[in-house]
């Protein structure tokens, strides 16, 4: 008799987005009359940029003709895109990564889940609190995390790093010390981010115990302020601990397109063996690669017409979390984030729960946001509002909130 992978049944209730859907679809079956502003996910609502849909047109027409039609893409992706990444994202920031310790995926999330597998089952991990649930869930899934107390929505085998407002959420040097330190800057879910010089410190405290440090920059392209690293690799020493996840779906409207990166520098060793062997040895034996046409749209974000259009387009959504932000702010809600990233993280007001009052929310503003305890305990007491609605929705929004 077969058996199954037990650890998914230590998974306590759904995925936290699938959770916050069905809440919403229940509640619209039974007030189909009311208009819902949903601020919870963090997904994108601009169309692509021109730049980016001349490209895919031009790449589906290739596609068509047989000189110009591609099968399988390479491994680690099209070396047209792993070179406008490397001149990009890194050379131009003074960040020493080659084209060649780029691996094209298609999106940060499965990335960010498929990492584990190239580490020992007995690697203790450390999170932030609250965190993006794919690092932890995916740490169950493969068995390396012990076991869930429900009182206190904690895992005996993770190490926990609270983020709260004491510390600015940004998490202190655990006392124990983790094999494997999940980051997010500038984060999700609190919107925080932390300076290049702090950065520098986990980096330095990574090579001094001998960990790696998973650094998701999903949010890299809000960056506003000067001294924040836009990459692990402004960071010196960085090379040798430090594996770099980024996402086209929020600098470029990727959601629904899917494309990511994984930079995995060859400096980066346990002993003699090289975790960009395993990545590459993992990424070819269970990857197609990204589609051609995905790829020529990722491209694109990196023509100058590309840059252009895109950082209006960031800029549009900053400007709806200013929106959010003052508009909360004005309405006596105390209120972080949404400076460098497109989140605001917000108090709840009168000792409600994260999940009292997302249902408040939604049943007297129609409004959706994500409860913070759902990020983890040190979330509680705490709600996310995402930028990434329309303006006239963003607006909508915080005028009905205002109002409550
Ligand atoms: C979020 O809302 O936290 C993100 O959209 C989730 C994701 O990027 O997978």
Sequence with gaps: MFKINENYLKLPGSYLFSTIGKKVAAYTEAHPDKTIIRLGIGDVTQPLAPAIIDSMHKAVDEMGVKETFRGYAPDLGYEFLRTAIADNDYKSRGADIAADEIFVSDGAKCDSGNIQEIFSIDNKIAVCDPVYPVYVDTNVMSGRTGTYDEKTEMWSDVIYMPCTADNHFAPDFPKETPDLIYLCFPNNPTGSTIRKDQLQGWVDYANKNGSVIIYDAAYEAYIAEEDVAHTIYECEGARSCAIELKSFSKN???????????????????????????????????????????????????????????????AYYMNNAKVIKEGLQSAGYTVSGGVNAPYIWLKTPDRM?????????????????????????SGEGYFRLTAFGSYENTIAAVERIKAL
Excluded at 353 to 377: I, K, M, Q, R
């Design 252 to 314: 470029a409207g990727f959601t629904g397109v899917r494309l990511g990166y994984a930079v995995v520098p060859k400096d980066l060793k346990c002993g003699e063996v090289s975790l960009h062997a395993l990545w590459a040895r993992r990424h070819g034996t269970k990857y197609n690669g990204a589609p051609y046409i995905i790829q020529r749209a990722g491209e694109a974000v990196y023509s100058e017409l590309g840059k252009e259009q895109l950082k209006k387009q960031v």
């Design 353 to 377: 729960t994260s999940w009292e009052f997302f249902d408040y929310l939604l049943e007297t503003a129609n409004v959706v946001g994500t409860p913070g305890s759902g990020f983890g305990p």
